[in-house]
């Protein structure tokens, strides 16, 4: 089962399948982009477009996540190296 077939298969054990991936879709747009969305502006009509649409917002907050993550790394090993100490004297480094 993909991720977008299992949001809308919990959306669907809902009273209110539609309302549920409406509010779903506006959360996941804002993890995502910053600002709340609404499936009415971009046109998707259909429960499973918007259960799409969510599902593509999971991969692009794990992509920023994961970015993020490699970022932080980089970040750590140059301070590590640049707060690394050395023996060397003044007058070796000219």
Not at 15 to 40: E, N, Q
Not at 65 to 87: L, N, P
Request: glycine share 4%; aromatic share 6%; hydrophobic share 45%.
């Amino acid at each position: 089962m993909t991720l977008a077939q299992e949001i809308l298969s919990d959306a669907n054990a809902t009273s209110s399948p539609r309302a549920h991936l409406m509010s779903y879709y506006s959360d996941m747009h804002k993890d995502a982009y910053g600002v709340r969305g609404t499936p009415c502006v971009i046109g998707c009509a259909d429960l499973a477009d918007i259960a799409e649409a969510i599902a593509s917002f999971h991969n692009d907050v794990a992509e920023m996540i994961r970015t993020e993550r490699a970022e932080e790394v980089a970040h750590a090993e140059a301070v590590k190296v640049a707060t690394t100490s050395t023996e060397w004297t003044i007058a070796e480094l000219f």
